[in-house]
């Protein structure tokens, strides 16, 4: 059941209800504006700028063991793909998506590994804590497991 303007619109989801509201929304800020000549503040982040927050200056964080494992949690899992993984930390060689093993899915966390320590040390220091689509991202450092082979061969990153 729809009601008869959203008929009379051709309204069909929610999605374009929702649509309508921020055209709506902008337009009307938009005329505040231009009456009043002043910037209102925004509230919503248009999708361009929903990858990451402003960035942050990058200091290193301290690296003892000059490690260059790292693990990487709290990333979305429905919008976070390779390509905005290496966009998100740069100079990754290697990565391990971690998933259920019930159903295979992956749920927001990798092991990954950079080419240097520094690298490692730069990633921790400017990208821990900080957003990445709506989340707030934990990066450590990891310490090798003497049980299992890494960096894995098949894992690669192939430019």
Same mark, same amino acid.
């Given at each position: 059941?729809?009601?008869?303007?959203?008929?009379?619109?051709?309204?069909?989801?929610?999605?374009?209800?929702?649509?309508?509201?921020?055209?709506?929304?902008?337009?009307?800020?938009?005329?505040?504006? +231009?009456?009043?000549?002043?910037?209102?503040?925004?509230?919503?982040?248009?999708?361009?700028?929903?990858?990451?927050?402003?960035?942050?200056?990058?200091?290193?964080?301290?690296?003892?063991?000059?490690?260059?494992?790292?693990?990487?949690?709290?990333?979305?899992?429905?919008?976070?793909?390779?390509?905005?993984?290496?966009?998100?930390?740069?100079?990754?060689?290697?990565?391990?998506?971690?998933?259920?093993?019930?159903?295979?899915?992956?749920?927001?966390?990798?092991?990954? +590994?950079?080419?240097?320590?520094?690298?490692?040390?730069?990633?921790?220091?400017?990208?821990?804590?900080?957003?990445?689509?709506?989340?707030?991202?934990?990066?450590?450092?990891?310490?090798?497991?003497?049980?299992?082979?890494?960096?894995?061969?098949?894992?690669?990153?192939?430019?």
């Amino acid at each position: 059941i729809r009601c008869d303007l959203c008929v009379k619109e051709g309204i069909t989801a929610k999605w374009q209800i929702r649509e309508r509201e921020e055209r709506e929304m902008e337009s009307y800020e938009q005329k505040l504006r +231009e009456i009043y000549g002043f910037q209102l503040p925004s509230k919503r982040k248009k999708k361009a700028d929903q990858l990451m927050d402003a960035p942050r200056e990058a200091k290193p964080a301290p690296n003892p063991k000059n490690l260059t494992k790292l693990f990487v949690k709290n990333l979305c899992a429905k919008q976070v793909d390779q390509e905005q993984l290496c966009e998100l930390i740069p100079g990754i060689t290697h990565i391990e998506w971690i998933t259920d093993r019930k159903t295979g899915n992956w749920y927001g966390s990798v092991f990954i +590994e950079v080419a240097t320590p520094e690298d490692a040390a730069m990633a921790v220091g400017s990208v821990n804590k900080k957003r990445a689509h709506g989340r707030v991202v934990n990066v450590s450092y990891s310490q090798p497991d003497p049980k299992s082979i890494w960096p894995p061969h098949k894992l690669k990153i192939v430019k």
